[in-house]
């Protein structure tokens, strides 16, 4: 089984988890974009997360690409530094990473639709890079 998400991460961003970043970072951005509105379901669910966090892993270890391009760093990267495209130029992507530091994310449109979309353009940059 490959390690792709570590439960280290989870629990540091399960700190900020009334805000949706470790269910963002273990691919679940329905759930994630509804603790950010609601603060963690008024924090019963974000504290119910502190149990949830290893079942999580497990699943986002089975369902994402391991490869070159560390999930922990790019989530990092995007959670703190998003809106300067630093995750985007991480995976190698330094055109939109520029356009992001130079439109604050493109207007923080972006580093939204990155919270959504980041584990599968790891896991595409990952497969390709094996197929190469």
């Known amino acids: 089984m490959q390690d792709t998400h570590s439960k280290l991460i989870g629990y ?7 805000l949706g970043a470790h269910r963002f970072y273990y691919g679940r951005p329905v ?15 974000w504290l119910i997360d502190l149990f949830l966090i290893p079942s999580m ?14 999930y922990s760093v790019a989530w990092l990267l995007l959670t703190f530094l998003g809106v300067f495209g630093v995750h985007r130029m991480y995976m190698g992507k ?11 994310g493109f207007f923080l449109i972006g580093v939204l ?10 896991s595409v940059k990952n ?4 197929l190469a």
């Open 12 to 18: 540091l961003l399960w700190i900020f988890g009334f």
């Open 31 to 45: 759930t994630g974009t509804i603790w950010f509105f609601t603060l963690g379901l008024l924090g019963i669910g």
């Open 57 to 70: 892993d497990r699943e986002a270890d089975l369902r994402y690409q391991s490869g070159d391009i560390d």
């Open 94 to 104: 330094w055109l939109t990473g520029i356009l992001y530091f130079l439109t604050f």
């Open 113 to 122: 639709v990155d919270f959504w979309t980041l584990n599968e353009q790891i």
């Open 127 to 130: 497969r390709e890079k094996q």
